[in-house]
């Protein structure tokens, strides 16, 4: 049997496959109020009819302010949630587990969307101030201020509360979000933390608001529920947060309650030179995986089922997470199954599309 189609099981939940949707922003709650409709019901869902073992939802905001778009969706109100439910029973009615992405865009939320434009909303259009670990913008946006230590243990229960109705809304899993240089990684990263108090400098303070995040969200969704974190291994930058530092922080969270890190990288500086070609971020999943012994997941440029396989059969990586090319193809999965020889079952509404000389 292949490595891609052995389940996995993390704490109560079992994944039927380690081919897993990345995830991904589509920008497309309409009213502007953080609540999902048709759009992820039909996209999200059709991954799972397409064999994805999991479907992650996309960066969420956990709070109005956390969103990297008027657009994006949130998971802060109970009308949220009530509106992801049914994307989720969707998903799990076709056999596959679901996870979101508990999001924080710090200064690089109040952005347009991609049909909209580029950089930040003004305030007088319908964008906001942004804040971070710093009061200096990211390159083209708007400049954020910089969060008084007093506030952060209200965004702190932003996650927790966040992670609390996503369990409510049927979500097996939780992701938050600390790459791409969104809040957390702002925190994270010594090129955008200029802070003097007990969240900037040393690494400990740097990683101490995420860890917080991580233990109270561990407190607060019980025993059974995996939690995950993504990074961003490295920003690619002499000086910035690099793979040494992501491997300590996770073997921190690891400590306080989180089983599987999801390894990216970039984000947290415009323009950097960025190796890209196919699997260039597994060799950082593998380097956390080994340094922490936890669960790691690989993605970028993962695109078909034997490359997946081989990352999988090299030992250091659990799972595989895949972006665009689920969006080429929603059915990826079955096509990943066919290409290794799996008997996996197909949508019963399917099977007459399986064998196409019967
Ligand atoms: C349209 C689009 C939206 C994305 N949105 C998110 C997101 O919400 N959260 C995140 O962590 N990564 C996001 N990403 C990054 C993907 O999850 C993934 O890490 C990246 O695309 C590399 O994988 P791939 O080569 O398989 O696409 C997005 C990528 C794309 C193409």
Known sequence: MS???????????????????????????????????????????????????????????????????????????????KAWLAVNN??????????????????KASTY????????????????QTYSATNEAFTG????????????PGLVQDFVLSAKKAVDAGFDALEIHAAHGYLLHQFLSPLSNQRQDQYGGSLENRGRFLLEIVEQVRSAIGAGIPLMV????????????????????ARWASELGADLFDISSGGIVAGVKIPIGPGYQVNLAESVGVSTGSDVAAVGQIT??????????????DVIMVGREFLRDPFMGLRAAHELGEEISWPVQYERGRWPNA
């Open 3 to 81: 490595k891609l189609f052995t389940p996995i099981q993390i704490r109560d939940l079992t994944v039927k496959n380690r081919l897993w949707v990345s995830p991904m922003c589509m920008y497309s709650c309409e009213n502007q109020d953080g609540v999902v409709g048709d759009f992820h019901l039909v996209h999200l869902g059709a991954r799972a009819l397409g064999g994805a073992g999991l479907v992650m939802a996309e960066a969420s905001g956990v709070n109005a302010e956390g969103r990297i778009t008027p657009w994006c969706p949130g998971i802060w109100s109970d009308e949220q949630a």
């Open 113 to 128: 969307r991609m049909q909209s434009g580029s950089g930040s909303i003004p305030l007088d259009q319908g964008g906001w």
């Open 230 to 249: 993504r990074f961003s291994a490295t920003d690619y930058v002499e000086g910035g947060w690099d793979q040494q530092q992501t491997n300590q922080v």
């Open 304 to 317: 078909n089922a034997l490359q997946a396989e081989e990352i999988l059969q090299r030992g250091d990586v």
């Open 90 to 107: 969707f998903i799990h009615e076709q056999g596959a587990a679901t996870a979101i992405q508990l999001a924080h865009a710090g200064r």
């Open 141 to 152: 946006y708007a400049a954020p201020r910089m969060l008084d230590t007093s506030e952060i």
